[in-house]
Nanobody
Framework: QVQLVESGGGLVQAGGSLRLSCVAS????????MGWFRQAPGKERERVAA????????YYADSVKGRFTISRDNAKNTVYLQMPSLKPEDTAVYYC?????????????WGQGTQVTVSS
């Protein structure tokens, strides 16, 4: 089992940047594929980005492809989401999640979420 804690959210103007971090507990972080999801009010949860155990495979939603970058540091049990050029439509609660199957797997473990608000 793994516990996830996100940080790095906040209020930023359009065009600004944020970097989200998610620290995982436990000694088996490298066994998990990791993902970032977001949910805006009144909308379904969206998978934003995902990364394989080694970091060699990544996935991005079309809405963030070319803007956001997911990365991980297995030595620090941490996954990151670099978010430059933020837009008001990026406003949402962002969640970190983990699964043992791979980037397209079912995510079993979730953090509590961090709010990202982008003002126009």
């Amino acid at each position: 089992q793994v516990q996830l804690v996100e940080s790095g959210g906040g209020l930023v103007q359009a065009g600004g940047s944020l970097r989200l971090s998610c620290v995982a507990s436990g000694r088996t972080f490298s066994s998990y594929a990791m993902g970032w999801f977001r949910q805006a009010p009144g909308k379904e949860r969206e998978r934003v980005a995902a990364i394989s155990r080694s970091g060699g495979i990544t996935y991005y939603a079309d809405s963030v492809k070319g803007r956001f970058t997911i990365s991980r540091d297995n030595a620090k049990n941490t996954v990151y989401l670099q978010m430059p050029s933020l837009k008001p439509e990026d406003t949402a609660v962002y969640y970190c999640a983990a699964n043992l199957q791979g980037v397209a797997g079912v995510y079993d473990y979730w953090g509590q979420g961090t709010q990202v608000t982008v003002s126009s």
